[in-house]
T-cell receptor, first 113, second 113 residues
Framework: EPEVTQTPSHQVTQMGQEVILRCVPISNHLYFYWYRQILGQKVEFLVSFYNNEISEKSEIFDDQFSVERPDGSNFTLKIRSTKLEDSAMYFCASNVGQSYEQYFGPGTRLTVT | AQSVTQPDIHITVSEGASLELRCNYSYGATPYLFWYVQSPGQGLQLLLKYFSGDTLVQGIKGFEAEFKRSQSSFNLRKPSVHWSDAAEYFC???????????FGTGTRLTVIP
């Protein structure tokens, strides 16, 4: 069964450094998403991406965040200058259309020290 | 504003006992409702979804949920819990044409022998 994959599974970085989290959505899916889950808290929507542009973003997704689909398979989330409060699990998700269930990847745990 | 409430932070049940996890939502439009399960260190797996039609929906692993519009609820049930059901359960709400899902804070299920 096709699945969403994410790399790395765990990333440790120092405050102020840039990180790129990578995702490979399911191949026939058209919509891509990033969510984050701070330890012990709810899963929160960050951004959605369709047709090579952001379709919606939350207030969490400020100027330090960016997303890109650099090729036909990868979908990346870049955090330009990480802060301690960026430490969280970041989930990538995809679906075939807006009104269909989203399939989530296993997540990347980001630890900012 | 959209919101999802899962009033039970932690539930403990005995193996073989029945289970009901509560979920209440607030959403202006007709909601799409989901239950996801997250095992420790894992991503989010879709258990079941409600889009329209029959208000009692069946999912994987023997779970079911019932949509009650009058109560704005979408409670998850299982008649006989297995030790492998121990995990975190998240209720989420979305809508037709919308990009993002709103998640509840989750209910952690512990199963005792």
């Amino acid at each position: 069964e096709p699945e969403v994959t994410q790399t790395p599974s765990h990333q440790v970085t120092q405050m102020g450094q840039e990180v790129i989290l990578r995702c490979v959505p399911i191949s026939n899916h058209l919509y891509f998403y990033w969510y984050r889950q701070i330890l012990g808290q709810k899963v929160e929507f960050l951004v959605s991406f369709y047709n090579n542009e952001i379709s919606e973003k939350s207030e969490i997704f400020d100027d330090q965040f960016s997303v890109e689909r650099p090729d036909g398979s990868n979908f990346t989330l870049k955090i330009r200058s990480t802060k301690l409060e960026d430490s969280a699990m970041y989930f990538c998700a995809s679906n075939v259309g807006q009104s269909y269930e989203q399939y989530f990847g296993p997540g990347t745990r980001l630890t900012v020290t | 504003a959209q919101s999802v409430t899962q009033p039970d932070i932690h539930i403990t049940v005995s193996e073989g006992a029945s289970l009901e996890l509560r979920c209440n939502y607030s959403y202006g439009a007709t909601p799409y409702l989901f239950w996801y399960v997250q095992s420790p260190g894992q991503g989010l797996q879709l258990l079941l979804k409600y889009f329209s039609g029959d208000t009692l929906v069946q999912g994987i692993k023997g779970f079911e949920a019932e949509f009650k519009r009058s109560q704005s609820s979408f409670n998850l049930r299982k008649p006989s819990v297995h030790w492998s059901d121990a995990a975190e359960y998240f209720c989420a709400v979305g809508a037709a044409g919308a990009n993002n899902l709103f998640f509840g804070t989750g209910t952690r299920l512990t199963v005792i022998p």
